[in-house]
Every structure is written in C-alpha cells, then in structure tokens.
C-alpha cells in the first residue's frame, strides 16, 4: 500500500448528490435475494435443537431413533464437530455457543442438529432425539450473578484485572478501569453532586431478516456457502478453522441483508450447516426461526451502572465516576471495558474514573449492537448530567457546552482529542428550531449527548473499466445501508465520469483480497478509501494508455473530469481523449484497464451526536409517545446525504424502541419469556414521528474526502434524551430502561404518593 | 524515545506502571520492545492493542511511524457494530 490519506479539500460533483440506490428496485420490488432465497438442487432442510434449561450438564445425547427416521440424512452432535481451535480461546467459545460440547449454558443453546428432505421430517427428527440433562442451578441477572454464592457459569474462570490474583473462580471474568486525576479530591471541590443508579433490560437488533444459509459441501474437501451476513470473509475464516478446513477451499457469498447492526457480525448456525452437509453429502439450507432468533442469536448487555458526577456552583464538573456491569452470556467478552471507556468522553474532566465488570450470565452470548455498549452507559451519564444541571440551575445545553470536550481535552478514555465535533453538534442543537417549538400538557422535551469511536479495518476493492468506458467496481464489504450508491460515487468522482456509468457489486471470498466486516461505522469510510486508492491506480494506466495513442511521455499526460490532457506547449494541438475513448483502445494499448487497492483504512475519527426528543406522557396509564425527534451529527463528508439521514434515524428509531418497550424477560426457571415481535415489542412506523435530521460536515483529517463513519452513533443519545424528556413531562426521575407503561406508571404512582 | 501510556489494567500487567519509555520508531517496533521488557504484556498484544497517536486510533497500520513528540497511548482493540 503506498496511499496518502490525508484530506484535501476540493469541490465535489458527484459526492453529496442523491442518486437512486442501484438495489433499489429490486428491494421493493421482491426481487432481492436473501439469505433464504438460495436454493441447490438435493438441497435438504437443516433444523436444530436447543436446551429447554438455561443451565444443565449434558449426560448423554442419543440420535439413534432419529438417524433411523426416513427421510433423515445426517444427525450431528458437538462430537461433529470436533475442537480445531488450537488454544484459541474465543474460538472455543464461538465452537461451544455453535453446539454445546460439555453444558448447555443458556435456554436455547444448540444441542443437536439434522439434515432432512423436508422441514416435516426435520422436526419429527428433532422430537426423536433423546437428551440426558443434568439441569443445575442458573442465573440470569447481571447483579445476581455477581453475588457471593451465585451458582458459577464456568469454574476455570477467575477475574482478571483485579490488584490481587483471585483464588476463587468467578462469574466476573474481567475487570477494567480508566480515568486520569484525583477523583476523591475533585469531589471535594463540588458544591452539587448527583449519585444514582441505572439498569438497562437486555435488547435484540431486531432485525428483520433471521439468520439463513444454504451450505454446500463437496466430497473433494470444497464448499460454499450463501449467507445472509455482515462480514462474509469473516464467517469463511471463522467457518474454514471451526471445520478444519482451508479457507481457500470455503466460498462464502453474501446475500443481499435484511438488517444485521452487529448481530450478523458472528457465525451461529453456519458451521451447524456446513457440518451437516459434509455428513449428508448434499446441500443443507438452514433458516433460523424468529424464536430461535430470540433465543439464541446475539442479544446486547443487560447492565448496571452506577454515577456519581459533581459541579461547583459555576456549572464546571469537578469529578466524575461510573462503575458498570455488563452482562455477557456465558462466555467473556469486553462489553463493561467499552461501557466504561465510552461513558464520560462527551466531557472535558479534570478527574474521571470509570470501572467495568464482565458478568457471566446463563443468557445467549452477548453480540454487539451498533455502537455496542455506549447506549446504556450515555443513559446513565447522560440522565444524570441532565439532573446535575438542574440542581446547579444551568440550561441542559448550556451546562453541557461548557464542559464539553474539544481539541486538546484529555479524553475520559484517556488519549487527547484532535478536531471533534461535540461541541458543533451541541450549539446546533441550541440554535435548532426544535429546541423553541411549544410544548403542551404531559408533554416534555429531553436532549442527551452520545459518542461513539468509529474503526477502520482490512479492505480490498477492484475497479474494472470495460471496453465501452464504464466501470465496475468490486467491494468486500457488505452493503448494509446503501453503500452500493455511495461507492459508485466516490468512483465517478475520483474518475470524473457520471454516476450511471459505474456499477457496484459484493464480490464473493473467492473473487477478491480478504475484506473486515461491515461494522465500527467503517464500511463507507474504508471501502471509499480503498476505491479512491483504486481509482487513482487506474488513472494512472489510462494516463499510460493515452499517452502510448498519442505517442507522448506519460509525464506529459494530466487526469482531469474524465479525460486525458497533454500537458505542455509541444501538445497544444492534441484534444482530450475521454475515458470511453482511451478504453475503447485497451485492446491495443496494452489490454484490460483496472485499478487494485488493498489498504488497512486507520484513523476512522471519533464520532458525536446531540439528540433532541418531545414526549408526551399519559398518566393514567403510564403510556407515552415521541412526539418530535430531531438528530445533530458530524458526518465528516456526507458521500450521499439521503443514506447519511437513513443511518441517523435508524439509530434514533432502534433506540426510542430501546429505551420505551424492548427487554428480554426471563422466567425463574430461567427460560425467555418473550421470544417473539409480539410479546417483544419494537417500534413500528405507526409508533414514531418522523425522525429530523442535521448533518455537520466537519472534515475527517485522515479520508481524502473527510469521510467519518455514520452508522452507529445514532443509537448512543436516544436512551437518555427521552428518560430526559420523560423526566420534565411527568417529573419522575426513571432510573430502568425500557420505560415501559408499567414501569412509568408505577413511578407516577410512587411520585403521587410522595 | 517515545514515551507511551497504559491504559489501567494494561499497566498492572506491566508490573503496576502506566508510562513507559521505549526506543521504537513505528508500532511494530513498540510492539516487539514492549513485549521484549515486559513478557507480561505479550499476551495483551496477542488478543489486540490499538494506538492512540495524538488522538488518532490505530489499530492495524503497524508500520504507522511514532513522532518523537507525540502523544502515544495503549488502549483495547475494540470493534463495532
């Protein structure tokens, strides 16, 4: 790799247009194929079987009267699947939650799985298998489960972290702490202090699309695989070493996604797939059901959090501290370490100190969820910033412009910033016409900060101009909110040629150079790198190439809107040769023309939102409903504004569903409750207002274009800023994510009551 | 020299420090000396480190150069969503 990404500024013709997305049509048409649209000819039904118990060993698991069953044509166990992982540790555990091996650890895990020639006989198939538990006792509850005497998820885990070496294992596999300065000192400078605590319920993406696959794999030791996923070249590495397999020899093709936002960052049944087509020597198609989905795919942290922040009279925050617990499923993760790192980086603190404990739970394994584990500590910092305000007797906005992290603060998490746009965001949200509109009775308005990292990560692009001068364009990364569009953008910019004339597709693992996943915000930020990087490679062959047809050095040959200039007085009397012009010659001048770029796209750039809601609360039934929503964010360079909005208030949408009606809720047999979009409710258009949105355009120093990520800030303020608008509408503090009718109402009740 | 911080719990595995001096000119370097005097930390490489250079998050670029005035910080390799 030898390109400088530094941003340079220049006048854009394509960027910042809103061309129709080329997946458009067939998306509301049907013709889009998902991941269980593909079919094989052979092809047989895959079903699974998961533990009823949140907790049990597995004595013995007998698949015989099953394997006898017509129509069956492979049976598989853990034993299927036997361990590749060499040692590595979070391998083993992605083995383990594919197919529990010695414990079913939560209510839902994978046991067994079948391969039939219909979904009929996969299920009798399923009854017939026989499973000897030994259920033990379980916990679900992320405080609960750190309580001396908690029944233990793993007894080979002891705490990391911790000043003293544990003697005994622990549902905690981690503890991690940042911070700078004197926190006891900086409280004593305070004249306000607010101290509170915080609990968030456990949320699923909720995506529309579950998890599908169709599988092949073939007696020569090959295979493919088609697969609804955010990072196909992830799941063919993290498939090919869970199979002892090449990973040359896996294909994996994405299909187009029905929403993924972290949850399709993780291989769950592709494996069980896989593993049952190379028993079956026939294709095996795999769906998971909503239920399924529920209870056994990636859900987010149930936390608890508690703050304490402090101010002089004068508005400046002297101290400030958070201790979070996240919760994990049974298996480590770092969810507490993001929490704590993300929690206080709004803010420009002289003392600070956050502590996170990774909390073992017998709950599905933890997966990320756009800006993973930000909403939930925002929540708790965010409500009580707002409450701090109150009591210094400052404006919310005001009080957070003045202790708002800028360039040259030392973060909470503890590098210093360069150029942020937190403040930005802030005094638009102060000047926002949103912020003057009447309210009216029960109604209030609530705002919140949020902040969210940004990644980069491992990209591969091609660009292929045809002989008729237009231009394909492979990426690896998948196209989760229109990328397809603003990619051909960033491609008819670089070139200079129209919009119309490129063509974007997602190239399957064996077309192209390992690709990261699209996640951390990062698929438009580091695949338009890659496809500048691309482009101007293959700039410079058809410089090459105009030059060979007019016979001139190359050194004389300019790129400029499209076409190839001579340079210099000896030239004068030569035209521009156009790009369709000079590939219209390739076949002469040296053959196929293409630009390549593989790059490790760094320096994402952090990324702010301020958030401004209206709610209405009725308080006879606790009941309540967004009535205004309005989104500021820094959006670097919004390469096509129309998907740059979409992402905005597709976060706000998923975190109003978040903090008003999501939760899973689990029995005391430790079974989930609600496994379903009926009983777990998200918000439907019906329920939300329309979502306003202003973009900040403040240059990302280290994109050509000043790109920043998009994605997941969005999801980070919407928690707080409505428990804030609740707040001033009703006068009760809630402390309990979701707000639930219930939980509103009862709080309504205990404010009455006094 | 470079002077480099530690995030909390990586300097307890580097004997209970949170700042380093090291000889290093790219990350990749900073990498290899870090686990050459500290065999604590190589674990800690293994699962992932990023590099803060002047606020600037790093995580892959290992032949990233570190400016002798700069300020270097050691922090988690975190993903998203």
Known sequence: MNFDPRYSTRNFTAVGTR??????????TGRARYGADFNMAGQLVGRILRSPHAHAKIKKIDTSKAEKLPGVKAVITAADLPDHTNGDAAMYDILDNCMA?????????????????DARTARQALKLIEVDYEVLAHVTDVDEAMKHGAPLINDAVFTEGLEEK?????????????????????????????????????????????????????????????????????????????????????????????GGFGGKTHVWAEPVALALSRKAGRPVKLVMTRDEVFRASGPTSATSIDV????????????????????????????????????????????????????????????????????????????????????????????????????????????VYGPIGIGPTLEAVK????????????????????FWFNFGGQTCTDLNIGMDGSVSLAVGTIDVGGSRASLS??????????????????????????????????????????????ARNAIRTLRERAA??????????????????????????????????????????????????????????????????????????????????????????????????????????????????????????????????????????????????????????????????VGETSIVPPLAAIANALSNAAGVRMTHIPMSPPRVLAALEAAREG | MVEVTLWGSLGRAAGGTNKLDIEAKDIRELFRKLAEQHPGLQPWIDRGIAVSIDGTIYRDTWSKQLPQDAEIFLLPRLAGG
């Open chain 1, 548 to 709: 060979q047809m007019w016979d001139i050095s190359v050194d004389d040959v300019a790129w400029e809107h499209g076409h190839a200039v001579a340079r210099g007085e000896k030239h004068g009397n030569l035209g521009k040769l156009s790009l369709k012009e000079i590939a219209a010659a390739s076949g002469t001048t040296g053959g196929p023309i293409a630009g390549h770029s593989e790059l490790v796209a760094d320096g994402a750039g952090v990324s702010f939102a301020t958030h401004i809601c209206d709610i209405e609360v009725d308080p006879e039934t606790g009941a309540t409903r967004v009535l205004r929503y309005t989104v500021v964010q820094d959006a670097g360079k919004a390469v096509h504004p129309t998907y740059v909005e979409g992402q905005y208030q597709g976060g706000a949408a998923q975190g109003i569903g978040w903090a008003l009606n999501e939760e899973y809720i689990y029995g005391k047999d430790g079974r989930l409750q609600n496994a379903g979009f009926l009983d777990y409710r998200i918000p439907v258009c019906s329920d939300l207002p329309m979502i306003d949105t202003q973009i900040l355009e403040i240059p990302n120093p280290n994109h050509p274009y000043g790109v920043r990520g």
């Open chain 1, 308 to 415: 304490r922040i402090g101010a002089r009279k004068d508005g400046t925050i002297t101290a400030a501290e958070a201790t979070l617990r996240y919760s994990c499923g049974p298996y480590a993760g770092s969810w507490a370490e993001v929490g704590a790192m993300t929690s206080f980086a709004c803010y420009r603190l002289e003392n600070v100190k956050t502590v996170g404990y990774e909390v073992l739970v017998n709950r599905p394994k933890t997966a990320a969820y756009r800006a993973p584990s930000a909403p939930m500590a925002a929540f708790a910092v965010e409500s009580a910033i707002d409450e701090l305000a109150k009591m210094v007797g400052m404006d919310p906005v005001d009080f957070r412009i003045k202790n708002a992290a800028q360039e040259g603060t030392r973060s909470s998490y503890g590098p």
């Open chain 1, 166 to 258: 544990p003697v005994k294992p622990s549902n905690v596999t981690k503890r991690s702490q940042f911070g700078h300065g004197d926190v006891h000192a900086g409280f004593g400078h305070a004249d306000f202090v607010v101290e509170r605590s915080f609990r968030t319920e456990q949320t699923h993406q909720g995506y529309i699309e579950p998890h599908a696959c169709v599988a092949s794999a073939n007696a020569d030791g090959t295979a493919d695989l088609w697969v609804c996923t955010q990072g196909h070249f992830v799941y063919r590495q993290h498939c090919a070493q869970l199979l002892g397999m090449d990973a040359s020899k896996l294909r994996v093709t994405s299909s187009e996604i029905g």
């Open chain 1, 19 to 28: 061309p129709i997305r080329p997946d458009g049509i067939d998306k509301v």
């Open chain 1, 489 to 534: 953008l960033i491609a008819a910019e670089e070139l200079g040629i129209a919009y119309e004339h490129v063509k974007a597709v997602v190239a399957d693992t064996s077309s192209l150079g390992y690709n990261d996943m699209t996640d951390g915000s990062r698929g438009t930020f580091s695949t338009s790198m890659a496809t500048i990087s691309a």
């Open chain 1, 431 to 450: 000047n926002h016409p949103h912020m003057k509109a009447p309210l009216g009775k029960n109604q209030g308005r609530g705002m919140a900060c949020g």
């Open chain 1, 101 to 117: 091996r010695k414990k079913a650890l939560y209510d839902g895990h994978a046991v067994a799985a079948v391969a039939a020639i």
